[in-house]
Structures are given as structure tokens and as C-alpha cells.
């Protein structure tokens, strides 16, 4: 069966500190990945997502970057942190061609200080 | 035109009663889907909706997809403490990318 592995689970950075979030998959090969942020418990709103190794697509400018060095791990990073990106930070994965493989990791609760 | 307004915001209910929370969209689209997100976790699928008029049921949750294909609705019956969380709407856009409604946030009084 397919899983998705997100960590760490929490995270406390100071401002101007660098960032790197990691999520993985297993289970599947090829998978679609997402990186989403949620502020304040409400909306998600779409980072980046991936369709293959190396191909990265960009929702929103930011202060973030996603890379995929490899097929089944997509990671979320930062070289220099603002109090603007504390959040919770959501991967995703999916099959591409059906909705119903769209899962989520557990989240990371990254807080700027 | 790809934004979903989600209704309403926030929900305090007792226990057993039943509630209803809807999304709208000013453009059509394929598919509905339904997510509940419990407190600190990732959000979870609950309902998948595919077609115009579509309805569907997961043990005490109902969905149905509007017939105009910009709405639909999220019924869930006999409320218990366990269903606290926010409900999400998703919408899928090109890429199989989800874009998300501002979600529902549900308080389940015992």
C-alpha cells in the first residue's frame, strides 16, 4: 500500500535561519507531489507541484523553493526564513490520473520566531 | 474564476444534530471532492463526486454534486464529537492540482 512521510512534525526556526522540509512516498512510482501551506487552520493554498524528478512548478512567488531529487521525494526549502512563512506545511501525493489517489501527509507546523 | 466560496465558516452544534455546509463556484467543473481535516493532521478524502447530480453517501455523510456543476453540498447526519474538524471542498484544475475552499470549521458540543 502507498504512504507518505512527512517531517518533522514541528519545527520552531528563527528569523533568517534556512529551511528544508522533506516528504516521501511509498508504495507508488511516478507520483504527482504537492506542497501546500495552510495559515491560521483555514484555507490551503498551492506552493509547487511535481510531475517528474527535476520538474517543479511554482504557484505563487515566495520566499520558498521545492526541488525533487528523486522520484518519490519532494523537499520544501528556504535559505533565509521570514516570520511571513510560519504555517502548517502539507505535502500531497497523487496517482495524476484519478482524483482519489490526492493524499496528505501528516504536516509540518513550522513557526518563525 | 477558479475560487470557491465555501459556507459557512464556522458551525457550533450539539451533539446528534444534523448539519449542512455547502460550496459554490462561479465556473463549472468535473469533480467535487470533500476533505476533513482533523486538528494537526493532514486533510483526509471523504466524498468523491463525478458527475452532474450525483449523490453520495458515506455512512453518515451525504454529498451531491449540483446539477449546474458549481455547487455542492456536504450533509452530515446525527452529529457526534469525532466529527470536530474543518471540511474543505477541492476542486480539481489542470495538472490533477486541487484548489481549495476556505473550509468549515465544525464544533461538535457533547
Known amino acids: 500500500s502507498q504512504t507518505i512521510h512527512q517531517w518533522p512534525a514541528t519545527l520552531v526556526q528563527p528569523v533568517g535561519s534556512p529551511l528544508s522540509l522533506e516528504c516521501t512516498v511509498e508504495g507508488t512510482s511516478n507520483p504527482n507531489l504537492y506542497w501546500y501551506r495552510q495559515a491560521a487552520g483555514r484555507g490551503l493554498q498551492l506552493l509547487f507541484y511535481?510531475?517528474?524528478?527535476?520538474?517543479i512548478s511554482s504557484e505563487v512567488p515566495q520566499n520558498l523553493s521545492a526541488s525533487r531529487p528523486q522520484d518519490r521525494q519532494f523537499i520544501l526549502s528556504s535559505k533565509k526564513l521570514l516570520l511571513s512563512d510560519s504555517g502548517f506545511y502539507l505535502c500531497?501525493?497523487?496517482?495524476?490520473?484519478?482524483?482519489?489517489?490526492?493524499?496528505f501527509g501528516s504536516g509540518t507546523r513550522l513557526t518563525v520566531v | 474564476g477558479q475560487q470557491l466560496n465555501q459556507s459557512p465558516q464556522s458551525m457550533f452544534i450539539q451533539e446528534g444534530e444534523d448539519v449542512s455546509m455547502n460550496c459554490t463556484s462561479s465556473?463549472?467543473?468535473?469533480?467535487w471532492l470533500w476533505y476533513k481535516q482533523d486538528p494537526g493532521e493532514g486533510p483526509v478524502l471523504l466524498i468523491a463526486?463525478?458527475?452532474?447530480?450525483e449523490l453520495t453517501s458515506n455512512g453518515r455523510l451525504t454529498a451531491q454534486f449540483g446539477i449546474t456543476r458549481k455547487d455542492s453540498f456536504l450533509n452530515i447526519s446525527a452529529s457526534i464529537p469525532s466529527d470536530v474538524g474543518i471540511y474543505f471542498c477541492a476542486k480539481e484544475t489542470s495538472g490533477s492540482r486541487l484548489t481549495f475552499g476556505e473550509g468549515t470549521q465544525l464544533t461538535v458540543n457533547p
Open positions: 465556473s463549472i467543473f468535473n469533480t
Open positions: 500531497a501525493w497523487s496517482t495524476g490520473t484519478g482524483i482519489s489517489g490526492y493524499t
Open positions: 463526486l463525478y458527475k452532474a447530480g
Open positions: 511535481s510531475v517528474g524528478i527535476g520538474q
